[in-house]
C-alpha cells in the first residue's frame, strides 16, 4: 500500500463545517463572525511518550485527546485538525486501530480531520488541533489574582500510578491497573467545561506534566504564588482507597508524587474570584465535570504546600520535563 492509498483508507472523509479539507495542498477554515482560532500542536514520540506495545485504539485516542484538552484550557470549541504521522511500515490492523480511536474521539467533538503528511519512518504523531473561541473571551494564563480560588477538575494520579506500575516500579492488582491505564492512555478532554468556564474563570491550563509544575507556568504568568491543601489534592487520586489503608502498601508521599507532579491527567486548572464560587459549580454541574477547590492564589510570588493540619509540606516534586 502507498503513501496516498494509505491516506485514502484510512484518514479521508468528507468534512462539513470546513470549507475544504482532505486533497488539496491547504484545508480551508472559516471561522465564524467575532470568533478567533485557537491553534495547538503536540507530538506523541514511541519511547517517550507510550510504549511501543500500546493498543493502537487507544493510542490513536490520545493523539488527539492531548490536543483537544488544550482547546479546552483555552475555552475553545474545537473545529478541525492535521495529523501528521511517521510509520515504520505499513501495518493495516495497526492503522485500523489507529484511525478508528482517533476518529471516534473526532466525531464525539465534531472535529475534522482536514489534512496532514505521511512518512516511513519512527512511531511519532504530531497532530495540530483548530477551534474557535469569542474574541476576547479565551481562557489565558496569565489572568490570576491574589484571593482567587484554585481548582482542578476531576482526578489527579492515576495516569502517574499505571506509569509507575507498567514500569515494575509499583505492583498492582489487575483490576486496579486496568483503571488505572485507562487514565494513562485514553484521557478525558475537557472541552465542555472549558467553555462552561468562559467569562468565569481568570485563568487556565490543561496539566499534561503535573500539578505543579503545569501550575508554575500561571503562576509566573500572573506574578502571583499560590498555596495548595496537599491533603485534599492526595484525596483525588481515584485508586486512593486500594493504594491506602487495608491491604494497601504505598505511603503518602508516594500518593504526593503521583498527584503533584505525575503528569498524563488531561484535566484542567483553573483559578476563579471568590465571588464566582456559584458560577463555577454552575460550570461545573453544566459540563457534567467535577471540579475541587485546591487552595488560593496568593500576591507573594511562590508556590506553599501544606498538609491536613496547616503545617508546611517541602516543595520537592519535579514534573516532567522533556528535556531532564
Known amino acids: 500500500m502507498g503513501e496516498f492509498d494509505l491516506i485514502a483508507r484510512y484518514f479521508t472523509r468528507p468534512v462539513r463545517r470546513a470549507a475544504l479539507g482532505v486533497g488539496d495542498d491547504c484545508a480551508l477554515l472559516a471561522p465564524a463572525p467575532g470568533m478567533q482560532l485557537a491553534v495547538s500542536s503536540d ?8 510504549f511501543a506495545d500500546v493498543d493502537p485504539e487507544a493510542l490513536g485516542h490520545k493523539a488527539l485527546a492531548v490536543n483537544l484538552s488544550d482547546l479546552a484550557a483555552c475555552g475553545a470549541r474545537p473545529l478541525a485538525f ?11 490492523a495497526w492503522l485500523a486501530g489507529f484511525s478508528r480511536g482517533l476518529l471516534a474521539l473526532a466525531d464525539a467533538h465534531g472535529c475534522e480531520l482536514v489534512g496532514g503528511d505521511t512518512t516511513q519512518g519512527p512511531l511519532n504523531l504530531c497532530i495540530t488541533v483548530f477551534g474557535e473561541v469569542p474574541t476576547g473571551q479565551a481562557l489565558l494564563r496569565s489572568g490570576a489574582r491574589p484571593g482567587d480560588d484554585l481548582y482542578v477538575s ?9 506509569l509507575e506500575a507498567l514500569l515494575g516500579h509499583a505492583p498492582l492488582p489487575a483490576e486496579v491497573l486496568a483503571r488505572a491505564r485507562q487514565r494513562l492512555e485514553r484521557p478525558t478532554p475537557r472541552v465542555a467545561l472549558g467553555q462552561a468556564l468562559r467569562g468565569i474563570a ?43 489503608g487495608g491491604n494497601g502498601h504505598f505511603d503518602l508521599e508516594f500518593i504526593r508524587q503521583c498527584t503533584l507532579a505525575g503528569g498524563d491527567d488531561y484535566e484542567l486548572a483553573f483559578t476563579a474570584p471568590l465571588a464566582r464560587r456559584d458560577a463555577v459549580a454552575a460550570a461545573s454541574q453544566a459540563s457534567g465535570t467535577p471540579v475541587t477547590r485546591i487552595g488560593t492564589v496568593l500576591a507573594e510570588p511562590g508556590l506553599q504546600l501544606v498538609d491536613a493540619w496547616g503545617q508546611a509540606v517541602e516543595h520537592r516534586y519535579a514534573s516532567f520535563d522533556h528535556f531532564r
Do not use: Q, W
Not at 82 to 92: G, K, N, Q, Y
Not at 154 to 162: H, I, K, S, V
Not at 217 to 238: P, R
Open 43 to 50: 507530538m506523541l514520540v514511541e519511547g517517550r511518550h507510550f
Open 82 to 92: 492535521t495529523l501528521a504521522l511517521s510509520l515504520p511500515r505499513v501495518d493495516e
Open 154 to 162: 476531576g482526578t489527579l494520579g492515576d495516569a502517574r500510578l499505571a
Open 202 to 244: 481568570s485563568s487556565a491550563m490543561d496539566l499534561s506534566d503535573g500539578l505543579l509544575g503545569d501550575l508554575s507556568h500561571i503562576l509566573k504568568a500572573s506574578g502571583v504564588g499560590a498555596y495548595i491543601d496537599t491533603h485534599i489534592t492526595s484525596n483525588l487520586i481515584a485508586e486512593k482507597a486500594c493504594l491506602s
